[in-house]
């Protein structure tokens, strides 16, 4: 059994209790999910859990509660010692996966995470604009990012590498580790406090899980070699999991997503905040730093003081942030047609039938 507090709860969702004292009812922080049924761990233990009917019906279109999100349990639990989730607690951060495909729905990745770790590989892992991106999701997941170079041991210029790294992430630490070697781990276990969450997000076989294992100081997840041909992980983990570190703090692991969408500019003046503080010196306010005639971001660049690598970089990130959310936003218009063409349909055949009688 856990106080509430080492499970990571306190003031933020205490004050969305709805009696004055709490008493009547249980919080439990989501665990793990797998397909509907939820692991869920409150201040008696740990148990399963389902939504109430209710919660599921008007989920339906929202974002289903996901790990690390705080619900509100029902009393009793059901016969079978299933308890029944009758709320969500607003989130602190959110982090959820790109609105991949037709899907509209959030998949919530990481809820009420405090700190994500951006795992990428010294390998043939190692991209500067997937840490970009990543780092761009984070930030406007509210969550704060730190980025972790891991297999320092097999890498010749990790020196090099962090160089380039924190000239890319500007106020984000940097830490070089090697997970397999347990080495550096010290380092990145002071960042983790007693009630935090930390969230590891990076591609397949970038050694997320033996990170976790690095800092539980046993082997209890899954990990697996990564494929001689090109370096790609194989997908080893395929579920979330919030784990309770030995020491305080708690950490989930997640499954490699090698391609993180985003879904706007949301985060992206965080990552480049050089480029948005120019950006304050532009003649126009709404300006693209394109054609604009007295622009302060492409004087930066054509004087040097602006490198034009990083300024290619921010305008394809913007460039691929635009494309995406105009896709969503087409994909939701064209939703909401669909749900009024059926709406309509019903008024006409409720006018037809009012029509039949007297
Ligand atoms: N050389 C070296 N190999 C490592 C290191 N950390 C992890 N590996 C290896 O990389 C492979 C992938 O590690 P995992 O921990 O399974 O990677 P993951 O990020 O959890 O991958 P998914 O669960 O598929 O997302 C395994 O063979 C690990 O032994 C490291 O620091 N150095
Ligand atoms: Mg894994
Ligand atoms: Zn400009």
């Given at each position: 059994m856990h106080a509430l507090s080492e499970l990571g709860f306190g003031s933020f969702f205490e004050q969305?209790?709805?009696s004055s004292d709490g008493s009547h009812e249980t919080p439990a922080r989501v665990a793990a999910e797998h397909r509907g049924a939820y692991e869920v761990w409150s201040a008696a233990g740990s148990g399963q859990a389902r939504l109430c009917g209710r919660l599921r019906r008007e989920l339906e279109d929202g974002s289903p509660p996901g790990v690390g999100d705080w619900v509100i349990l029902e009393e009793p639990h059901d016969p079978d010692g299933t308890a029944v989730i009758e709320r969500v607690l607003d989130r602190r951060t959110i982090f959820t996966r790109g609105a991949a495909g037709r899907e509209t729905r959030q998949q919530v990745i990481?809820?009420?995470?405090?700190?994500?770790?951006?795992v990428c590989g010294l390998?043939?892992?190692?991209?500067l604009r997937r840490i970009e991106r990543y780092l761009a999701r984070i930030w406007a997941s509210r969550a704060r990012p730190v980025v972790i170079l891991n297999k320092a041991d097999i890498c010749d210029d990790t020196g090099a590498r962090i160089a380039e790294v924190e000239r890319h992430a500007v106020g984000v630490q940097v830490h070089a580790v090697s997970a397999l070697q347990r080495e550096g781990i010290g380092e990145i276990r002071a960042e983790i406090r007693e009630g935090m969450t930390v969230a590891l997000v990076g591609s397949s076989g970038a050694g997320k899980s033996t990170l976790v294992n690095a800092l539980l100081g046993e082997e209890r997840m899954r990990t697996g070699a990564v494929r001689a041909s090109d370096g790609r992980g194989r997908h080893v983990t395929t579920h979330r999991q919030l784990v309770l570190l030995p020491g305080g703090g708690l950490l989930l692991d997640t499954p490699g997503m090698r391609e993180l969408q985003l879904?706007?500019?949301?985060g992206i003046d965080d990552v480049f905040g050089e480029i948005a503080e120019l950006a304050a010196g532009c003649r126009f306010r709404d300006c693209k730093h394109e054609t604009e005639p007295g622009c302060a971001v492409k004087e930066a660049v054509e004087s040097g003081s602006l490198d034009s690598d990083r300024f290619e970089h921010y305008r394809k990130l913007v460039r691929e942030a635009r494309a995406n959310q105009l896709r969503h936003d087409e994909h939701r218009r064209r939703q909401a047609e669909r749900v009024w063409g059926q709406l309509s349909d019903e008024v006409a055949l409720l006018r037809k039938w009012k029509g039949g009688k007297p």
């Amino acid at each position: 059994m856990h106080a509430l507090s080492e499970l990571g709860f306190g003031s933020f969702f205490e004050q969305q209790l709805q009696s004055s004292d709490g008493s009547h009812e249980t919080p439990a922080r989501v665990a793990a999910e797998h397909r509907g049924a939820y692991e869920v761990w409150s201040a008696a233990g740990s148990g399963q859990a389902r939504l109430c009917g209710r919660l599921r019906r008007e989920l339906e279109d929202g974002s289903p509660p996901g790990v690390g999100d705080w619900v509100i349990l029902e009393e009793p639990h059901d016969p079978d010692g299933t308890a029944v989730i009758e709320r969500v607690l607003d989130r602190r951060t959110i982090f959820t996966r790109g609105a991949a495909g037709r899907e509209t729905r959030q998949q919530v990745i990481a809820a009420n995470v405090d700190l994500v770790f951006a795992v990428c590989g010294l390998d043939a892992d190692f991209n500067l604009r997937r840490i970009e991106r990543y780092l761009a999701r984070i930030w406007a997941s509210r969550a704060r990012p730190v980025v972790i170079l891991n297999k320092a041991d097999i890498c010749d210029d990790t020196g090099a590498r962090i160089a380039e790294v924190e000239r890319h992430a500007v106020g984000v630490q940097v830490h070089a580790v090697s997970a397999l070697q347990r080495e550096g781990i010290g380092e990145i276990r002071a960042e983790i406090r007693e009630g935090m969450t930390v969230a590891l997000v990076g591609s397949s076989g970038a050694g997320k899980s033996t990170l976790v294992n690095a800092l539980l100081g046993e082997e209890r997840m899954r990990t697996g070699a990564v494929r001689a041909s090109d370096g790609r992980g194989r997908h080893v983990t395929t579920h979330r999991q919030l784990v309770l570190l030995p020491g305080g703090g708690l950490l989930l692991d997640t499954p490699g997503m090698r391609e993180l969408q985003l879904l706007d500019d949301e985060g992206i003046d965080d990552v480049f905040g050089e480029i948005a503080e120019l950006a304050a010196g532009c003649r126009f306010r709404d300006c693209k730093h394109e054609t604009e005639p007295g622009c302060a971001v492409k004087e930066a660049v054509e004087s040097g003081s602006l490198d034009s690598d990083r300024f290619e970089h921010y305008r394809k990130l913007v460039r691929e942030a635009r494309a995406n959310q105009l896709r969503h936003d087409e994909h939701r218009r064209r939703q909401a047609e669909r749900v009024w063409g059926q709406l309509s349909d019903e008024v006409a055949l409720l006018r037809k039938w009012k029509g039949g009688k007297p």
